[in-house]
């Protein structure tokens, strides 16, 4: 017995499903990972101040911190 065709309806319908999936699993993934973004950049805040050069001529008297010590 023979399969029916599918319709041109059916076919987009299930096209944006198999696309909006994974497109909004990034979107998801991207949401959750933004706190972890956000910890991160804060713990490296430190040693970012440390390689400007209007912080480091500020520091008088005592050695400005290396990015290395970071």
Do not use: I
């Amino acid at each position: 017995m023979a399969r029916p065709l599918t319709t041109a309806r059916s076919r987009q319908t299930r096209t944006l499903w198999l696309c909006g999936l994974p497109h909004g699993f990034t979107h998801l993934y991207t949401v959750v990972l933004l706190p972890l973004l956000v910890v991160s950049s804060l713990a490296a805040l430190p040693c970012l101040r440390a390689l400007r050069p209007r912080d480091q001529a500020r520091v008088s008297g005592r050695e400005a911190r290396s990015p290395a010590a970071c």
